[in-house]
């Protein structure tokens, strides 16, 4: 199965990612995810550079930006990324009551999806514009 | 299939969640989710109680409330959920620009959450904590 | 796209497999389902021989079985699945109050799910028996 | 992360809750979901009245509901809640050949799932009445 | 809600991701995917870029890696890339029988994944390695 | 919770799946997954000879349908299947490579199936043909 890069083992090009990532995060070393990504470079690279686009200060902060990232994660069930990106988001700020909240509308938006589902409920036309 | 409850048609107890919904959200009819859950007076109750108490105001504001929702029904593919949450995030203040930050964030935690399933990333001892 | 193959432009292997389904479930002709894998003849026949098997009667009764593979296709938002299992679940027995039910656990079990994923909660010994 | 909240350290609030639970399955002591969920006595409250409920005895038995609440579990590929429910349903008097029914309906309906998405079959227009 | 974004509509930094991808396809106009990401230029082309990464020969051909798309896409249920991506394949050489087995693959894998799910299968130790 | 069923202690009917699966594959013993399904001789037998007729070679070799297999089971976040059926694909041949590129496919397939969702992409009039 695949094992994770240290840095000591990593090649330059895999080097300059976990440069860039400890720099942006301000942290002494890169988490799992990517050690085990920098087993290809191509895709270590591709989405270390999207994740920085992406959750950057924008339209939308990056705090919130966090709090879908962790919804989306448990929605799908990924442990590993429910683990890291709650820790993000109380790094970012995210209280109990915050996360306690979050799970809320997370459980909420899984069941009446369903609900809508089963009912087959078609769109309302104020909808559709 | 199922068919929605018009208020005219509705009973007491559905007239009752159904004038609640319309004064909480001051609009002048409930969407079409509403009239097809109508269908099973109980369901319908506690479903818009839970959502009227989780969407609340309360450690996070009602506007990230709804950009999380609007992820999650994304995520889920639920048709009905993305266009009903769509049209309430644009209503409470989501702009185009946002719009997009939100699904290139509710995108890349899909993708990433598949690549931590896939390299079989082992959850980080700090994360554990 | 696929299209479906009708009875009269089927091959014989094909038409086999359509009579048993129409003698089996005592219909006129076979649903869409069947008329789109018909494309491919060997997962016509071993996904109708798989249903027929499953679904049959034995330690759970064929009206339990037909309520389950609902719960499953509304989970997954299979629009096709809910429309033809609600109407053979229909057929079956189930009224509207059934349904109604079937909804609501479908609906709390999604959401229960995802309030065990994001609290991260560990099995309790009692259910590793 | 979460930690989860013994009987000796809850507020009055969740005790109250927790005693119910008790009280109403016959057990000495709420399960982890529980102790867990009780960070956010909201949530608890909500989601224990919620499923009280939906699971208890009404156009479906309860034993039904347990069924269907396991199929979707394990459709959803959540951990804790396949076992806590495969336990809850087992109480309940799920036999080892209903488990392997159950578990063979809830696979087939993920599978045809898929050849209906994948072959794109169109609603037959009975399924639409 | 989103609304297509026509050549003639286009921004330069829009026409150019479309240029780029009507020259590396071969075809007269981009698809709706890409005129309704040009919404968010930012992710129209970031995530052109990344499929074209992607996507290209390496050491995988160009043809597996689409009906890895294909089949990703309809165990998602997202209807829309199950049609793009089928349109994909089948420029790309998938015949009939091609497109019977890869639903049959993705139908028992959806199968099979629950089953071991529901089960609770332990990783065997030679899987580890 | 079920208990994996060992060649010593097998029925007749169950060691006859097993002696069929040990001399296809030509492994000494079976793997998790077929010990737990013996609980249920027939899913076992049902599953196998489905699982036998799927993967064989046909207009799809074996290999391209288990890098197929894997995506699936790393979308689905199943972890038993995703250990099996990486060990079944790199017995098979899979390269790290090639292991890399399939996960950034997935990885991107599962990313631009949200982006549809949420952009609510129509289906191109070409792709309905």
């Given at each position: ?27 002494p070393d ?25 959750m950057s ?42 996360f306690g ?29």
């Amino acid at each position: 199965m695949p094992t994770p890069i240290e840095y000591a083992d990593a090649s330059p090009q895999v080097r300059a990612v976990y440069d860039d990532i400890k720099t942006s995060r301000n942290v002494p070393d890169v988490n799992n995810f990517w050690k085990y990504l920098a087993n290809d470079p191509a895709t270590l690279k591709r989405t270390w550079e999207s994740i920085k686009e992406v959750m950057s200060p924008g339209a939308l902060d990056p705090f919130t930006k966090e709090l879908v990232y962790l919804a989306v994660s448990v929605t799908n069930g990924c442990g590993y990324c429910t683990a890291s990106h709650s820790a993000a988001a109380r790094k970012a700020g995210m209280t109990d009551a915050m996360f306690g909240e979050l799970m809320a509308v997370t459980g909420m938006a899984n069941e009446t999806n369903r609900l809508a589902n089963g009912y087959r409920v078609p769109v309302d036309p104020a909808f559709q514009k």
